[in-house]
């Protein structure tokens, strides 16, 4: 999906680089790579190392680092498709197009936001945010070392502790359930029975910083009409997964 | 039986270690390997940042003070770090993290930390190999 991007704006001296959260390792994440003919750094993260290090709650989610190593963007959801954008309040290729933006001027700009407006956007860690992230190495360690009933009860305090990751919680779903049984889960935890029904599953982005403030109820309310249409037919049913 | 040590992003296991109540003593050479962290005359070092050992309570930290026989406490060191830890009885593994204001200081400098990751053939790619360039950096999942 990001290899196209990749391609077209190498020469403004912009790398991508793809992080898999996956505590499956390479082995869950080699058949997509693949697929996807990446030749931009593709990692394998274990651990979430990443997501805990930049506060990534949810994929895709995405940062803008500068030449500097300054982070010029921090975490949000990045939208590479039409379906993407309008969850995040954006047209079809406004995304994209500010990340070209931002390729070609750096810094200069208008989709880099200020410094203080970067630091007001970031999520304020709180001292339950760490716990979570200690259960969550913890319970993923035991996990990726054979010791996977051990693990459960520390990936579960992380979902508890942290409710806004969904990263938390659909990795402990791929660990502990089966897998036809994702879908449905997901669903029923996003739209049939919302876990944060107020909050939005991704937050909206306003990329150029005078976008109107919208009501994080109203995104989540519109974000759900949109998975019930998508995905209301193959895991509404209330019995079991299709 | 080993004690696993899982501290902030690095791990290791070390077969001699002591575990009372809420307390993990190890070896000098054991605390550098599993935390970074070196005892030196300035107190506890990890990298160029020494961390004063408060006389009053030194016994808290250090027992032995040199040689084969000398121990320290790491977990002394995290509480005074302020950092939170967790551990797990039946397998023995201690787990020690940055606690919040450590996360919102590094967060609001606005450096993008540093990271060391395997692609998919087991080369290690740094987040600082690629400094000089704009990094567009996207986590994904197949879950």
Request: glycine residues 6%.
């Given at each position: 999906m990001w290899q196209s991007l990749s391609e077209e704006l190498k020469h403004h001296g912009l790398t991508v680089i793809t992080v898999a959260l996956d505590t499956g390792g390479a082995d869950a994440a080699r058949p997509f790579i693949e697929r996807a003919h990446a030749t931009h750094p593709s990692l394998i993260d274990r651990r979430h190392a990443v997501a805990d290090l930049y506060q990534f709650v949810n994929v895709p989610n995405a940062v803008w680092i500068d030449e500097q190593g300054v982070i010029v963007r921090p975490a949000h959801a990045p939208a590479a498709t039409a379906s993407m954008a309008n969850m995040i309040g954006l047209g079809a290729d406004d995304y994209l197009n500010a990340v070209r933006d931002w390729a070609a001027h750096g810094t200069d700009s208008r989709f880099v936001p200020t410094p203080e407006r970067r630091r007001t956007s970031q999520h304020d860690i709180d001292s339950a945010d760490v716990t979570a992230a200690l259960n969550f190495r913890l319970g993923e360690y035991l996990v990726e070392h054979g010791e996977q009933e051990a693990g459960r009860s520390y990936l579960n305090e992380a979902v508890r502790l942290r409710p806004e990751s969904w990263a938390y919680r659909r990795q402990a779903w791929a660990i502990y359930e089966p897998p036809e049984k994702n879908g449905a889960l997901w669903y029923e935890a996003t739209?049939?029975?919302?876990?944060?029904?107020?909050?939005?599953y991704y937050a909206p982005v306003d990329l150029d910083g005078d976008a109107a403030v919208v009501d994080p109820a109203q995104t989540a309310r519109n974000q759900r009409q949109i998975f019930e249409s998508t995905f209301g037919r193959a895991f509404a049913k209330k019995d079991d997964a299709p | 039986?080993?004690?696993?040590?899982?501290?902030?992003?690095?791990?290791?296991?070390?077969?001699?270690?002591?575990?009372?109540?809420?307390?993990?003593?190890?070896?000098?050479?054991?605390?550098?390997?599993?935390?970074?962290?070196?005892?030196?005359?300035?107190?506890?070092?990890?990298?160029?940042?020494c961390v004063p050992i408060p006389d009053a309570r030194r016994d808290r930290f250090v027992r032995g003070e040199s040689g084969p026989d000398a121990r320290f406490n790491l977990a002394e060191l995290a509480r005074l770090r302020?950092?939170?830890?967790?551990?797990?009885?039946?397998?023995?593994?201690?787990?020690?993290?940055?606690?919040?204001?450590?996360?919102?200081?590094?967060?609001?400098?606005?450096?993008?930390?540093?990271?060391?990751?395997?692609?998919?053939?087991?080369?290690?790619?740094?987040?600082?190999d690629y400094r000089g360039q704009k990094i567009f950096m996207i986590a994904w999942a197949s879950w």
């Amino acid at each position: 999906m990001w290899q196209s991007l990749s391609e077209e704006l190498k020469h403004h001296g912009l790398t991508v680089i793809t992080v898999a959260l996956d505590t499956g390792g390479a082995d869950a994440a080699r058949p997509f790579i693949e697929r996807a003919h990446a030749t931009h750094p593709s990692l394998i993260d274990r651990r979430h190392a990443v997501a805990d290090l930049y506060q990534f709650v949810n994929v895709p989610n995405a940062v803008w680092i500068d030449e500097q190593g300054v982070i010029v963007r921090p975490a949000h959801a990045p939208a590479a498709t039409a379906s993407m954008a309008n969850m995040i309040g954006l047209g079809a290729d406004d995304y994209l197009n500010a990340v070209r933006d931002w390729a070609a001027h750096g810094t200069d700009s208008r989709f880099v936001p200020t410094p203080e407006r970067r630091r007001t956007s970031q999520h304020d860690i709180d001292s339950a945010d760490v716990t979570a992230a200690l259960n969550f190495r913890l319970g993923e360690y035991l996990v990726e070392h054979g010791e996977q009933e051990a693990g459960r009860s520390y990936l579960n305090e992380a979902v508890r502790l942290r409710p806004e990751s969904w990263a938390y919680r659909r990795q402990a779903w791929a660990i502990y359930e089966p897998p036809e049984k994702n879908g449905a889960l997901w669903y029923e935890a996003t739209v049939q029975h919302p876990v944060l029904p107020d909050e939005p599953y991704y937050a909206p982005v306003d990329l150029d910083g005078d976008a109107a403030v919208v009501d994080p109820a109203q995104t989540a309310r519109n974000q759900r009409q949109i998975f019930e249409s998508t995905f209301g037919r193959a895991f509404a049913k209330k019995d079991d997964a299709p | 039986m080993p004690v696993t040590i899982l501290y902030t992003e690095s791990d290791a296991v070390v077969d001699d270690a002591a575990i009372e109540g809420a307390d993990l003593w190890l070896r000098l050479d054991d605390l550098t390997r599993a935390s970074g962290w070196q005892l030196k005359p300035a107190g506890a070092c990890l990298g160029d940042v020494c961390v004063p050992i408060p006389d009053a309570r030194r016994d808290r930290f250090v027992r032995g003070e040199s040689g084969p026989d000398a121990r320290f406490n790491l977990a002394e060191l995290a509480r005074l770090r302020e950092m939170p830890s967790l551990y797990d009885e039946p397998t023995q593994t201690w787990c020690f993290a940055d606690g919040a204001s450590t996360r919102a200081q590094r967060m609001a400098s606005l450096q993008a930390p540093n990271f060391t990751l395997p692609d998919l053939t087991g080369k290690m790619h740094s987040l600082t190999d690629y400094r000089g360039q704009k990094i567009f950096m996207i986590a994904w999942a197949s879950w």
